[in-house]
């Protein structure tokens, strides 16, 4: 069963626009979240973590992402986009029934036009 | 200070073959995972690496093998390739305690592997 969907595979977004990236995540309990970025020929990034506390949490480089329990969701957002936002994002969910091991989604990638 | 390093970076084999990926993790950190990441998908848990045992284990087959050394770098084994096998294997390492608290791994650039 998959436990966490990235409803799109691209986004395309303009220098200077907003940038949403959407994350579903299917589970019993309450998990733990995750956005990590992968720049190419990098490592991934950890760009922030929900795990209970506040539900709009704030990550690195202006990104943040809220936690709605109620939607199942755990959507990735930010203000104004850069150039060097472009990357591939992955959602990722960490859930008791697996173990706790890390989950990620397919991730989206994300175009920054100048 | 050192991140996780890996090596190689590329490598070519054939269907049969076998292959070893190999792994340093960042200073201090004493646990390994490997990930596998197919193109256009997102990595996945092959196996957890502390104390030099496999802690835990993802759906992946027995031809998938690891070791973790008392210096805690790993090694990633691939017996009788596939070409199903080809994809970017990604190791990641962590303090034990921050998988469960924080999720924070820090990931190598990865080792590219082709099967043909």
């Known amino acids: 069963a998959q436990s966490v969907t990235q409803l799109d595979s691209h986004v395309s977004v303009s220098e200077g626009t907003p940038v949403l990236l959407r994350c579903n995540y299917s589970?019993?309990?309450?998990?733990?979240l995750f956005w990590y970025v992968q720049h190419p020929n990098k490592g991934l990034q950890l760009l922030l973590k929900y795990t209970s506390a506040a539900t709009l949490v704030k990550g690195i480089n202006g990104f943040e992402a809220e936690f709605k329990k109620s939607e199942t969701s755990f959507h990735l957002t930010k203000p104004s986009a850069h150039m060097s936002d472009a990357a591939e994002y992955f959602c990722?969910?960490?859930?008791?029934?697996?173990?706790?091991?890390?989950?990620f989604g397919a991730g989206t990638i994300l175009r920054v036009k100048s | 200070d050192a991140g996780v390093t890996q090596s190689p970076t590329h490598l070519i084999k054939t269907r049969g073959q076998q292959v070893t990926l190999r792994c340093s993790p960042k200073s201090g950190h004493d646990t390994v995972s490997w990930y596998q990441q197919a193109l256009g998908q997102g990595p996945q848990f092959i196996f957890q690496?502390?104390?030099?045992?496999?802690?835990q284990r993802g759906n992946f087959p027995d031809r998938f093998s690891g070791h973790q050394f008392p210096n805690y770098s790993s090694e990633l084994n691939v017996n009788a390739l596939l070409l199903g096998d080809s994809a970017l294997y990604l190791c990641?390492?962590?303090?034990?305690?921050?998988?469960?608290?924080?999720?924070?791994?820090?990931f190598g650039e990865g080792s590219r592997l082709t099967v043909l």
């Open positions: 990722v969910v960490s859930l008791e029934e697996y173990g706790n091991k890390l989950v």
């Open positions: 690496y502390y104390e030099e045992e496999e802690r």
């Open positions: 990641a390492s962590s303090f034990p305690g921050d998988l469960l608290d924080t999720g924070e791994l820090f």
């Open positions: 589970s019993s309990y309450s998990p733990s």
